[in-house]
C-alpha cells in the first residue's frame, strides 16, 4: 500500500462532542464518519468501519476529536483502528456500552448526530440533547435514519 501525506484533519464546529473523521484521498478532503455524546459508540464505529476498509483492501486514516477542559482536542486513535480483527466495542472505562441495547442506542444517536450536523444544527443546548436522546430511546433504528435522512435533505 502506498502512503501519501495527508492535510491534518480541520477541527470539528460546534460544542465539542466525540467527532470522528476519515480522509478520503480521492477528494483530498475529510468529512464525518461517527459522532456521539460519548467515546465509546465511536470508538465501537471506528472499529467496525476500519475492519471493513481494510478488510476491502483500503488504507482507513481517521482522527478523533473530543472534549478536554471545555474546549476540542485530537485523541489518539491507533488502538481503536488497528486492533480492529475483533468486532466488539474497546475498552473505554465507564462509558464503554455494556449491552447490545446500549451498542445500539448509540448508534440511533449516531445517526441522529450526523442528521442533525449535516442540516447545519452544531451548537446544541441542554434541552436539544435531551430531545435527541428521547428519540433515541423512543424510535427503532430505521425511524432514527429516515428522520437523519429527512434534517439532511432540509439543508439542500
Do not use: I
Not at 459522532?35 to 465501537?44: H, L
Not at 462509558?95 to 446544541?124: C, F, H, I, N, W
Amino acid at each position: 500500500m502506498e502512503t501519501t501525506t495527508r492535510p491534518a484533519s480541520p477541527q470539528p464546529t460546534g460544542a465539542p462532542r466525540w467527532v470522528a473523521q476519515f480522509y478520503r484521498p480521492s477528494s483530498a478532503s475529510w468529512g464525518v464518519c461517527a459522532e456521539a455524546s460519548q467515546r465509546a459508540p465511536v470508538q465501537y464505529a471506528l472499529g467496525e468501519m476500519a475492519h471493513t476498509v481494510r478488510a476491502r483492501g483500503g488504507d482507513f486514516a481517521v482522527d478523533l476529536w473530543g472534549p478536554k477542559d471545555g474546549g476540542w482536542q485530537r485523541f489518539d486513535v491507533s488502538t481503536a483502528t488497528t486492533n480492529a480483527t475483533t468486532p466488539k466495542p474497546p475498552s473505554a472505562g465507564p462509558e464503554e456500552p455494556r449491552t447490545l441495547t446500549d451498542r445500539m442506542s448509540g448508534r440511533r444517536q449516531q445517526v441522529l448526530m450526523a442528521g442533525l450536523g449535516k442540516a447545519g444544527l452544531y451548537d446544541l443546548a441542554p434541552d436539544d440533547h435531551a430531545a435527541v436522546q428521547a428519540l433515541v430511546e423512543r424510535l427503532d433504528e430505521t425511524t432514527v435514519r429516515k428522520v437523519a435522512q429527512w434534517l439532511s435533505a432540509g439543508r439542500a
